[in-house]
């Protein structure tokens, strides 16, 4: 009977542990894909507001329908 409840005993800690780990992986790959998520958040609000900023080369203005001027003008 104590055979078996070592042996149970070590499944239960192994068990316990597995899960530890699990969760633990779990939980890093959850901060590494939020990190990249505001990474990616900071990236696009710089690439907007630098549109927003900069309209693109001298002269270049759209047309009032939204088509941009022939080249060479």
Do not use: H, K, Y
Request: aromatic residues 6%; glycine residues 16%; proline residues 7%.
């Amino acid at each position: 009977m104590r055979r078996v409840d070592l042996v149970l005993g070590w499944i239960s800690v192994g068990g316990g542990s597995g899960a530890l780990l699990a969760v633990a992986w779990t939980a890093q790959w959850i901060s590494v894909g939020t990190l990249l998520g505001v990474v990616m958040l900071v990236n696009a609000a710089a690439r907007f507001r630098l549109a927003r900023e900069d309209p693109g080369p001298a002269g270049f203005r759209p047309d009032g329908d939204g088509r941009s001027p022939p080249m060479g003008r």
